[in-house]
């Protein structure tokens, strides 16, 4: 094997493992690093997204909530099912299947567009060497022409609660319980805390969720963010606000939780208790004291606009940069790179990132919110369409929530699209699309949507912001 590569790519993520991809179909020679290893001890491609994140936790949440479904949901549509039980270690067991196909697709594709896989930890060095450890020790020096820094992150560990694995785990020690825990604190009302939160309260366990925020998912909508915790808790998750843990103690198979709120000191007692604050860029021991790349005050690489280090042919993308740790911005920026290397001249729109928490329902936006915008003094428009008004919703007997559409009140150029509800990923993105070639309000509210979809919810909010919606009351008439 020839120790010079044009494209040397650290991490199989879903930034690395596109970037090299891309980078190999642009015919340039490509190497990619990962020292991951699966269940079975192998080496495993794609990063946390696929192996402990994105697509283990979504094949749980789907499944719980087919479950749910199954168990207290189907007596609407006048179906019986009788007394309905959950496998967990089957659950379990499927979710670990989905992980081995999609890695495995992973290293075909590797295969099939000549890129060539570095098992090992990557370190950066001087003059854009790459120096790949192998878990017996032994070192390799490869020279690159350009280097891509895909690390990724890895969960935060705070100090009042170590991590176990067994009685306090973090998200990846999460996805491997073999039972409901009778009793389940998290640690975090973020996406991680929420989404897992949700999986084993469908399942039984009695959830408290502890969040040190007075205020709730304070980076949604504030009018999404206030019908999420309504909805939250109604299907039972405790959510603590403004409350602080403070210490943990392991007692057997059990954890005492103390933590401060407005009422002062509480404890409480959990079969398992999971911490989900938050994650770190993964950046230890990945850059040589001379290699010339650069941290900013948080710990990640320091990178221009268009991924590029302080070190001439040297990137660094996804959860090592800054931005939101999400596996599509990662992507993206991966393509770019690739892209730029070959000579092209693409950019990332940093504007329209679209997050989202994959509760049920789910939530979702693009775009600035309502608050924002308002902090910029920037005057705006509001068309916002209920699920309950939706034929389609009604059908499906899915009918929480809303889509929210926020545009210039001047030039009606939508500038934020926000939804809580059924497929409400899927509806947030259409308005991604649209934003992206600078729509207005009223272009999308002159489209054509199929009947019945809950596509149409799109539409009535776009309809909304100039009061001409038709299917609920407007509150000014056009």
Not at 7 to 34: M, S
Not at 266 to 285: C, H, S, Y
Not at 445 to 457: A, N, Q
Request: some cysteine; overall charge negative; aromatic content about 4%.
């Amino acid at each position: 094997m020839s120790d010079k590569f044009d494209v040397i790519v650290i991490g199989a993520g879903p930034g690395g493992y596109v970037a090299a991809i891309r980078a190999a179909q642009l015919g340039l020679k490509t190497a990619c690093v990962e020292k991951f290893k699966g269940q079975d001890g192998n080496l495993a491609l794609g990063g946390t997204c696929l192996n402990v994140g994105c697509i283990p936790s979504k094949a749980l949440l789907d499944s719980t909530w087919k479950y749910h479904e199954a168990k207290d949901g189907l007596a609407v549509h006048g179906i019986s099912t009788g007394d309905v039980k959950m496998d967990v270690p089957a659950m379990i067991g499927r979710k670990n299947t989905i992980i081995k196909n999609l890695t495995g697709g992973i290293a075909g594709l590797f295969k099939a567009n000549g890129v060539t896989t570095l098992e090992g930890h990557g370190k950066v060095l001087a003059n854009r060497q790459v120096e790949v450890t192998g878990t017996d020790g032994s070192a390799k020096v490869y020279e690159a022409a350009n280097i891509i820094i895909a690390a990724g992150s890895q969960p935060i560990d705070i100090p009042p609660a170590p991590v176990d694995q067994q009685v306090i785990v973090d998200s990846t020690g999460a996805l491997e319980f073999q039972a409901a825990p009778g009793k389940l604190g998290v640690i975090g009302a973020g996406v991680i805390g929420l989404e897992l939160g949700s999986v084993w309260s469908r399942l039984g366990s009695e959830v408290t969720v502890i969040e040190a925020q007075d205020k709730f998912l304070t980076t949604v909508d504030e009018q999404v963010s206030k019908e999420a915790l309504k909805v939250l808790t109604k299907q039972g998750l405790d959510i603590r606000l403004g409350a602080r843990l403070t210490a943990t103690e392991v007692k057997g198979e059990q954890v005492v939780v103390t933590f401060a709120d407005a009422n002062g000191e509480q404890q409480m007692t959990f079969d398992k208790l999971i911490v989900a604050v938050g994650r770190r860029p993964e950046t230890k021991n990945l850059l040589a004291t001379d290699s010339g790349v650069n941290l900013d005050e948080r710990g990640f690489i320091f990178v221009d606009d268009h991924c590029a280090t302080s070190v001439p042919g040297v990137y660094a993308i996804g959860d090592v940069v800054r931005g939101p740790m999400l596996a599509h911005k990662a992507s993206e920026e991966g393509v770019m790179v690739a892209e730029r290397i070959a000579g092209q001249k693409p950019q990332v729109n940093y504007d329209l990132i679209p997050g989202v928490i994959y509760t049920h329902p789910e939530i979702a936006g693009v775009g600035k919110t309502e608050q924002q915008l308002k902090a910029e003094g920037v005057a705006v428009n509001v068309g916002v369409f209920p699920f309950a008004a939706s034929g389609r919703a009604m059908a499906a007997n899915d009918t929480t929530g809303f889509v929210k559409i926020i545009a210039d009140a001047t030039t009606d150029r939508v500038l934020g699209v926000h939804a809580i509800g059924p497929s409400a990923a899927e509806l947030v993105q259409q308005g991604a699309i649209a934003m992206e070639f600078g729509s207005s309000a009223e272009d999308i509210g002159m489209m054509v949507f199929s009947h019945p979809t809950l596509s149409e919810t799109v539409k009535e909010a776009a309809l909304a912001v100039n009061g001409a919606a038709i299917h609920v009351a407007n509150r000014k008439k056009r």
